[in-house]
């Protein structure tokens, strides 16, 4: 369902904006309501009201048909504000832009003048600009980077932060698509257009001026840009109540890469916003220099900014009619978990080179891989380079030596640089020292060992039998597969290879489950449509850390979550236009279909959607299957499932992981497994009576059971969660509901 409202042109025509209902009715916290829809109701436009950043916030206020809206008072802190709100009368509706919010509880009120019936209020929890929000105490020391973020097309850096939170002055600047094809600054102080200025036409047919209103600025200690066509020749500064007339409405929220270096920094880029397809068609796109995963590999931290983007994003333009995720890599780590743990941000995703998330998903399998590299360059048994893919399951041996590099990113001290060295850890000289690493980085979810004083980590390979399915293929020997069990060994705390297997932490383990942080797939993931494009990497002669099977583990994840993974569709071809290009027209293709899809969602009823639902809405043109690999590519419509007969499959093999190898379901979400006694029944070959001896003086607790669930696995305990925890269940629940903005 949808609420009409105008807006003006830059011609000056009332024109009208489909905004959806969902915009208008946010989840509130348990102790705040809002008036019944037919009588006078507050709403917040920009974000939830327990949760307003910066002192400012867009508000509406629905007025029941028969009252006008002249009648209507509005306080904020027992101050009269009315004069902040614009009326409009064919909505019933008054929307208002409101700032000087105190840090901590507001309190909003309408009237109706002689009306004492008819009144509404409204708690706002104002945070600072500055944040935290949600994701608890903010890491010390932080490196500014502003001195080095580069502004796009504009040229120049932000110059020196102006305080310690690495903030700068907000800046616009203008840019333009020129008839050559490229993006040039706009011209200062012109009444004219430029004589190379090219026009687009956006997704809603109309012929525009191609200019480009960039805003630059600080939020939650990072970098922000927003971007939307707007021509400062002909339209008004927009607002809220002005939003540019060449914006479609929907927003684009791209997600950087990477992980390694991914702590104690700002970022000195975003995750672009300068695309010619998205911009051109009308497109608004925003991001966070905390939205790089090669700046801050956290979700929680990446979710709490991108919340206070997009609230400035609708401050400063209007509510949005839809914004979609879109990132690869380490962007789709985000697109994940923001959508699965904080649903409302996202209303759907493009993920590209995809993964579940970081410290499960991919910590196991490139840790797996840097043991068994590590193990086979020192073995004192001959293994041929098959023998060794075969124990990897990966399609190419190469993976292994190359993800291992990134694997390092358990390390305390291998991507530290961004700390001064006198602050690093070190475990001889500077014990107490800055740790970094994707574990010490999440240290409000997961807390720290008592003992050690580190953040607990979630990482075990316990009874893990690597290579069990080669050898029972017969792709290894028995000694082999016993040498390899016996001397892989696991990490100690500081990521030095041992003999000992590594055993996770229990707390880190119930609080990996409970929070969200292995993503489940049944939170906000269940309510959105997904569009999972993979640039196929599993075959690249030097070995890539992007390989299928993950788009496959999301999937299994959706399925048992929700009983249908419906809502994902997944597209393949193979890397000739890079990860994740929109030059790819499979991509484009993608991005088209996921507005179209959206755009059916909202005339079928309010948020949340069920996975039917999604399904049903669903674009017709939109298949599921994969590119051919010539030089004139055809698309081949088919479910894409690991059929070893299907084209698809037979060009883009999906191949396996070490875990897989050893037992392990393709869901991969099993973070520590039960054991198990070991069975002479899981054996294809026969073990003499010696083998048999080292085989369980390897395993004298047992082996892996993946038939049973995981120790501690079980469901988040909620969304929208509040950090930092030293245990699971000592997490507070802010709201289980979906917000929708």
């Not at 102006?162 to 020129?178: A, G, H, I, K, Q």
């Not at 979700?299 to 979609?324: N, Q, S, Y």
């Not at 030095?496 to 996770?504: S, Y």
């Not at 669903?618 to 499932?641: H, I, T, Y």
Request: net charge negative.
């Amino acid at each position: 369902m949808r609420r009409a409202t105008s807006r003006t042109t830059r011609h000056g025509v009332a024109a009208l904006v489909v905004v959806p209902l969902s915009t208008l009715l946010v989840a509130l916290s348990p102790a705040e309501s809002v008036a019944a829809s037919d009588e006078l109701s507050l709403s917040v436009l920009s974000g939830r009201p327990d949760m307003v950043t910066a002192g400012d916030t867009v508000l509406r206020i629905d007025v029941p048909g028969e009252v006008p809206l002249r009648a209507v008072t509005v306080w904020l802190n027992g101050e009269e504000i009315t004069e902040e709100f614009a009326a409009d009368g064919s909505a019933g509706t008054l929307t208002g832009y409101v700032s000087g919010l105190s840090d901590g509880r507001n309190h909003m009120v309408a009237t109706v003048s002689g009306q004492e019936n008819l009144r509404a209020e409204l708690s706002l929890t104002n945070h600072p600009a500055e944040g935290p929000v949600f994701s608890g105490p903010q890491q010390k020391p932080f490196l500014c980077e502003t001195a080095d973020f580069q502004l796009p097309v504009i040229g120049g850096t932000l110059g020196e932060p102006l305080d310690e939170n690495c903030s700068v002055e907000t800046r616009v600047d203008y840019f333009y698509r020129t008839t050559d094809g490229a993006f040039a600054p706009w011209p200062d102080d012109t009444a004219d257009y430029p004589e190379d200025l090219a026009a687009t036409i956006t997704s809603q047919g109309e012929r525009v001026p191609y200019i480009v209103r960039m805003e630059t600025g600080t939020a939650n200690r990072g970098v922000y840009q927003l971007t939307v066509l707007h021509d400062p020749l002909e339209e008004p500064e927009p607002s809220p109540v002005t939003p540019p007339s060449a914006w479609n409405g929907r927003v684009f929220y791209t997600l950087g890469g990477g992980c390694v270096n991914g702590w104690y920094r700002q970022g000195d880029t975003t995750g672009g916003v300068t695309d010619d397809f998205l911009l051109g068609r009308g497109y608004g796109m925003m991001s966070s220099s905390l939205n790089v995963y090669g700046a801050n590999c956290a979700d929680v931290t990446a979710a709490e900014t991108a919340m206070m983007v997009k609230e400035r994003f609708v401050e400063r333009h209007g509510p949005i009619e839809h914004t979609i995720g879109f990132g690869c890599s380490g962007g789709s780590y985000q697109a994940h978990q923001i959508v699965d743990n904080y649903p409302g941000i996202f209303d759907g995703i493009i993920v590209g080179c995809s993964f579940p998330e970081v410290t499960f998903s991919t910590v196991n399998f490139i840790t797996d891989a840097w043991l068994l590299h590590e193990y086979f360059t020192g073995s004192e048994i001959a293994w041929t380079q098959e023998q060794k893919r075969a124990v990897t399951g990966f399609l190419r041996y190469e993976t292994a030596p190359n993800v291992a590099v990134g694997a390092r990113r358990i390390d305390p001290t291998a991507y530290c640089d961004m700390v001064p060295a006198e602050q690093r850890y070190h475990p001889k000289t500077n014990p107490r020292g800055v740790r970094c690493g994707v574990y010490d980085h999440a240290v409000n979810v997961y807390g720290r060992d008592p003992e050690t004083g580190f953040a607990r980590r979630p990482l075990d390979n316990v009874g893990v039998q690597y290579g069990l399915a080669a050898l029972n293929d017969g792709a290894i020997t028995v000694e082999q597969f016993l040498d390899l069990n016996a001397r892989v060994g696991g990490f100690d705390h500081d990521a030095n290879i041992v003999d000992e297997r590594t055993e996770a932490d229990p707390v880190a383990i119930r609080a990996g489950y409970r929070t969200g942080r292995l993503t489940n797939g049944g939170g906000g993931l269940a309510t959105v449509p997904i569009i999972d494009y993979r640039a196929y990497q599993d075959d690249s002669p030097n070995g890539d850390i992007h390989v299928r099977y993950h788009t496959f583990s999301m999937r299994e994840r959706l399925r048992e979550a929700n009983g249908s993974a419906a809502n994902q569709v997944s597209l393949l071809e193979d890397d000739r236009y890079g990860g994740f290009s929109t030059r790819s027209p499979l991509l484009r293709s993608a991005i088209v279909h996921m507005d179209n899809w959206l755009t059916n969602m909202d005339t079928t009823g309010p948020a949340p959607f069920s996975v039917e639902d999604i399904a049903r809405a669903k674009p017709p043109g939109l298949r599921e299957g994969c590119n051919s690999r010539d030089e004139n590519p055809v698309f081949v419509a088919q479910r894409l499932d690991r059929n070893p007969v299907s084209e698809c499959e037979k060009w883009y093999p999906s191949a396996s992981f070490p875990r897989e190898v050893a037992g392990e379901d393709v869901a991969a979400d099993v973070v520590k497994c039960q054991l198990k006694p070991v069975d002479p029944a899981d054996y294809e070959v026969s073990l003499g009576e010696d083998q048999w001896r080292r085989l369980l003086a390897t395993f004298p607790d047992g082996v892996c059971d993946y038939s049973q669930p995981g120790v501690e696995q079980q469901p988040p305990m909620g969304t929208w969660l509040r950090y930092p925890v030293e245990e699971a269940q000592q997490v507070s629940v802010v709201s289980d509901q979906r917000t929708d903005w």
